[in-house]
């Protein structure tokens, strides 16, 4: 089971941090990665980490302005938002998948309910 959290509304340039618990399963064994879906858009890849050594993907649209990073002390998962935008505006979803830096939403095996977050101009 995948519960994230941290969703809410900020104002243009403010930044959000996401968080994802999972429970039920050896996490770090799980890659895990955040999407994100806009109303009337396709869910869309944003970041992904693998499992143990922690290495990680981005959208390159989102580069240098979000920064995935895993404890799996704690079997949480994180997405560090900074300098948002409206266009950044979406449910974000975090998945789990026993593959790695995984990019496609159909290769993840477990999701979560998703946590909006909503930029304001």
């Known amino acids: 089971q995948l519960q994230a959290s941290g969703g809410g509304l900020v104002q243009a340039g403010g930044s959000l941090r996401l968080s994802c618990a999972a429970s039920g399963r050896t996490f770090s064994s799980y890659g895990m990665g955040w999407f994100r879906q806009a109303p009337g858009k396709e869910r869309a890849f944003v970041a992904a980490?693998?499992?143990?050594?922690?290495?990680?993907s981005y959208a390159d649209s989102l580069k240098g302005r979000i920064t995935i990073s895993r404890d799996n002390a704690k079997d949480t998962v994180y997405l560090q938002m900074d300098n948002l935008r409206p266009e950044d505006t979406a449910v974000y979803y975090c998945?789990?998948?026993?593959?790695?830096?995984?990019?496609?939403?159909?290769?993840?095996?477990?999701w979560g309910l998703g946590t909006q977050v909503t930029v304001s101009s």
């Open positions: 998945g789990a998948t026993r593959s790695s830096l995984v990019r496609i939403s159909n290769l993840y095996d477990y």
């Open positions: 980490v693998s499992g143990s050594l922690g290495s990680t």
